[in-house]
């Protein structure tokens, strides 16, 4: 699913309402019911139920929904916050439609109002939408602050108030909403770990704007969905070699779950073959924990120290576990890979930060899979805002050439031609030691397997969440560990 900007978005609002045609005013209709339908499902007509407007069209879709909302028997009490008669079109024609049915009290500077007490209430925040174009102030700051006070369940009308939709939002009046029920498809501001507090759980719901401008749309973020995923025929004469043999390096003694978790999900995501490289004192452990294993054994028993020949294998993945000694056996191992479809995990990843030269000896398209710690060693740096960090990721990927996928919630893959894949599954329970390794051992089967890195990587990630969905439905979030990830591969 494609991320679009805010002049994306009113460039196909506009293209909808020429091409479907259809008038702005039934286009708003339209999105008021679809915010409806998807409210009614989370608050019933037993929630008093609080809107707040704003005079642009976010606040024409509230006063729509507060009439809606009326009609189905909500008790609904509608604020208008500002100089109405400066409203927009549509919200003036909405303000008429709503007042011949409902109250609507104005609000404007120095004037008293009072927020519910009831505790079963519920505000509809429709103050700004995508139109915001400088941080709130004055009388509308302290009348945010005053809602987000209230503790009562907040839901935004496509995107909270105050917080900008593709752009770091400053420190000021945002609400921060339990839900945004957003049009069409979802804010980039969304995947931002520092929007958090402003986005809530959100859900798009569709207000039916024109798809063949969608499809034209241009951009370099993407959300990825179920409808994204696709898996790689089996022909029913397939034999082991068909899904390829993959090669891993990791683990350490003391740190062999890493070896053992990566290799499982490796085996549990259809590979063929794996061959796990790891330290002599460490070969029963790998060999007891997954039979199914061919292990290669290092001459040295604790820790990596180098690899000789891995030419016959089809994929490789490097790091995990296998600890800091030996950079230089790193360095060695990067030359030999020059044409090898190739991910680097954890360990490796610090090396490649120890020594960025070594970034040069990357084959193109090679998956890199840091956490954002592992990320700022890496480029040597922090960032001022989740905008920037997402900026220095792209260019990263597309000066290097490789593909990064930066983990987290809504993990971000960044490929070479600079487009940006954020997630859509996965859950806090996955923030749990080794669930990363996991996700480097699925990876790393794909690749194997023949899928194309952009996929494997991609796909790694969305079907690793979805393991780790399925696994806190199991157990829950805080008790799942990272072999229930594993167990949870379908
Ligand atoms: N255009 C369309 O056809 C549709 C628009 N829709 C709604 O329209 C919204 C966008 O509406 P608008 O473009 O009217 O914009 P808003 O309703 O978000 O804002 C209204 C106006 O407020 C002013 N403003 C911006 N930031 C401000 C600030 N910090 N302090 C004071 N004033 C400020 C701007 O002049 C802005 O145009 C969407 O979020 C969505 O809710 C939906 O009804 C779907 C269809
Ligand atoms: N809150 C979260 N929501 C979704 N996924 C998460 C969350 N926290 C962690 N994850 C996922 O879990 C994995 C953790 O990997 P990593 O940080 O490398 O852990 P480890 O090194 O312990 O294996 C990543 O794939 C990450 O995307
Ligand atoms: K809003």
Redesign the pocket.
Known sequence: MKILSTYQ??DL??Y??KNEPIP?ID??E???QAFVNSFVLKYDNTFKTVIFC????????GL?VARKLHQLGYDVQTYVL?NSTNG?I??LENLKRLQNQSEVIKLSENDEFHLPKKEKSVIID?????????????F?AIVILKINQTGLPIVS???A??LFSDTHSPQSAVIQPTYTIT?QYPKLAFFQPENEKSVGSWEAVD?GLSQDSIREAKTKYYYTSSAEIRPLARSSFSHKGTFGHAFLVAGSYGMMGAAVLATKACLRSGVGKITTHVPKKCVDILQISVPEVIVDISHNDYHFDGIWNFTKYDAVAMGPGIGLENIDKFEEFLKKTPNKKLIIDADGITFLGQRPELLKLLPKNTILTPHPKEFKSLIGRGWENDFEKLEILSEFAVSKKIIICLKGKNTAVALPNGEIHFNSTGNSGMATAGSGDVLTGIILSFLAQGYPPEQAAIQGVYEHGLAGDQAAKNRSERSMIASDIIENLR
């Open positions: 978005t009113r609002d506009e909808t309402i702005s286009l708003m339209r999105a008021a704003g005079i642009g069209n976010n606040g024409g879709d729509a500002g927009s549509d919200f429709a103050i700004f939408g995508s139109g915001l174009n400088r941080p709130i102030d004055g509308l009308i496509d995107i108030s105050g049009f207000i």
